[in-house]
């Protein structure tokens, strides 16, 4: 049986590689970048919610069950640049530093993941003109090194803002949907920063709360043992403060339906999820349905999220929309169950 291409080494695709390996079948996992681990990775994550576990722990247990995995050849640095029918799999082709390569695989499992949105296109919050306007994928980095510092000055802040649903929720920038993380992620750093420095300030900028399931009690958790606090309306501009030196978030409070002018020391943008370039491009060479969002569209989304409608071919995690890395990590293995039946036939 020629082995099962798994094309993304974020969490979907390395729990595809694995569940697909631990079911007795070779395993061929392609990743564009030098690393596995995608997002998690690249950004470095710290704790992930709701229970707060490190996102090494998470990302180290799917690592140790791939890497030297004999069932699982990894190939970084390397993309598909071509597809053909093959049946019962595929015939694709490599490019890596070697050049390209024709490979037979008897199934296919896309787990391209999502790209963060560029805050520097919501001009109006001074993303890249002010450094101490951050991405919270960049807080994320600094929190896992507990190095919470301004980076115009290298002193801690004493009161950060997170602002909510930036690049989502959003017609003028074309992103309407909700990325569902957002908020707990913004949460979460909160609390965590309030563990280690209570001496900071905590506020939370947001149009709704959207911590579905087992996050609803973080949130609340958040208010009441770490003092972190929500403020319901929304930010029309950041600039500089007098002086300089702090930044001032200027917006309306709708639950007092009055308009807020208020200093911070640094400012954190909760930036939303976008297909990533190799969804788009996986969707492309595989001829694949794309949502008014560019997400990969399942077959039945519904009731089979892993099903493409092209035989052979599955879909895992984030390329189907914006999901958390329990949600990624489960995708994975249901993506390997049918990948291995289909090759079983």
């Known amino acids: ?7 993304g080494g974020g969490p979907a695709g390395l729990s595809a590689a ?7 079948a070779e395993a061929l996992l392609v990743e564009k970048e030098g690393y596995l681990g995608g997002n998690p990775k690249r950004w470095h994550y710290s704790l992930l919610a709701p229970d707060l576990k490190p996102a090494e722990e998470v990302l180290g247990d799917l690592l140790g069950k791939v890497e030297g ?11 598909v640049t071509a597809v053909d029918p093959a049946p019962p799999g595929f015939r694709v082709t490599l490019q890596g530093g070697k050049g390209p390569e024709g490979r037979e695989v008897s199934a296919v499992i896309l787990a391209t993941g999502f790209d963060h949105f560029d805050s520097r296109r919501k001009f109006e919050y001074g993303y890249g003109r002010y450094p101490d306007v ?4 960049e807080l994320e980095g600094m929190i896992h090194d507990d190095k919470v510092l301004r980076p115009s000055d290298g002193k801690p802040p004493k009161r950060i803002a997170w602002v909510l649903c930036v690049g989502s929720r959003d017609l003028q920038v074309g992103n309407p949907w909700c990325c569902r993380m957002g908020c707990v992620v913004s949460i979460k750093q909160a609390v965590e920063i309030r563990q280690k420095h209570p001496e900071m300030e905590a506020f939370v900028y947001y149009m709704d709360i959207r911590t579905y399931g087992l996050w609803e009690d973080l949130y609340w958790k958040s208010m009441q043992q770490y003092g972190v606090k929500f403020i319901r309306g929304r930010i029309g501009q950041i600039t500089l403060a007098e002086g300089g030196k702090r930044l001032l978030a200027t917006g309306e409070d709708t639950l007092l339906s009055r308009p807020t002018e208020v200093p911070f020391d640094m400012v954190v943008l909760a930036s939303g999820m976008e297909p990533g370039q190799g969804t788009k491009r996986m969707a492309e060479l595989f001829h694949l349905p794309v949502g008014p969002e560019g997400f990969i569209t399942p077959k039945i989304s519904d009731i089979n999220p892993v099903d493409s409608g092209v035989p052979g071919l599955y879909l895992a995690g984030a390329a189907t929309g914006p999901k958390a890395i329990p949600d990624s990590v489960t995708e994975g293995m249901g993506a390997a169950l049918r990948a291995y039946q289909h090759a079983r036939r």
């Open 134 to 137: 951050l991405d919270f994928k």
């Open 18 to 24: 694995a569940e697909l390996a631990s079911l007795g």
């Open 1 to 7: 049986m020629n082995p099962v291409l798994v094309v």
């Open 69 to 79: 995995n004999p069932r699982v050849e990894v190939r970084l640095g390397t993309s």
